[in-house]
């Protein structure tokens, strides 16, 4: 199975300053059609995971654009331009190109 | 488009328990379906999913062959039957859409414990 590891595990941010978070994956994620189905999901204390980011760089509707995917091949990454008070949670990345999905072990963000 | 989980519950070891999961606002056989469960304090976990169509199904190798996933597409449902439950099934699981998991319910708790 394909292994997804996030770093940090944990992320202490200060309001306003940028995040960023790392996702490795143990193969490559380029499915025979050309795409990466590579995600990234948010989940606040207490709610459900929620879908910021598909195929490794196409923002979700109603995402702020402060938050941005990029990557390729088995390394992407998820950034935050100015983190704000409402982007404390954990962080997932997840692989749908190879079965089964899978995600990562998720990274904590929290403000400094 | 919403997902509403149900059927979750405090069961004893070995024992059986069906979820499940009442979609809306979208072309439901027009969709793979999945469940994915988090166990308390810990992170995501894929379960099961299952094609528009029902032909294609998969497992976790973690509740393979104890689980089975199945949908009605003319109840706009998804299922997921619990066998053999065990301790380390205790989780909340959720109902998610499509294959890129665009959207999830609010979860059912199951706790196994005698």
């Known amino acids: 199975d394909v292994v997804l590891t996030q770093s940090p595990l944990s992320l202490p941010v200060t309001l306003g300053q940028p995040a960023s978070i790392s996702c490795r994956s143990s193969q490559s994620l380029v499915y025979t059609d050309g795409n990466i189905y590579l995600n990234w999901f948010q989940q606040r204390p207490g709610q459900s995971p929620r879908r910021l980011i598909y195929?490794?760089?196409n923002r979700d509707s109603g995402v702020p654009d402060r938050f941005s995917g990029s990557g390729s091949g088995t390394d992407f990454t998820l950034k935050i331009n100015r983190v704000e008070a409402e982007d404390v949670g954990i962080y997932y990345c997840m692989q749908g190109t190879h079965r089964p999905p899978g995600f990562g072990q998720g990274t904590r963000l929290e403000i400094k | 488009v919403q997902l509403v989980e149900s059927g979750g519950g405090l069961v004893q070891p070995g024992t059986s328990l069906r979820l499940s999961c009442a979609a809306s606002g979208f072309t439901f056989d027009d969709y793979a379906m999945h469940w994915v469960r988090q166990a308390p304090g810990k992170g995501l976990e894929w379960v099961s999913g299952i094609s528009w169509n029902s032909i294609h199904t998969g497992y976790g190798d973690s509740v393979k062959g104890r689980f089975t996933i199945s949908r009605d597409n003319a109840k706009n449902s998804l299922y997921l039957q619990m066998n053999s439950l065990r301790a380390d099934d205790t989780a909340l699981y959720y109902c998610?859409?499509?294959?890129?998991?665009?959207?999830w319910g609010k979860g059912t708790t199951v706790t196994v414990s005698s």
């Open positions: 195929k490794v760089s």
């Open positions: 998610v859409k499509d294959q890129d998991m665009d959207v």
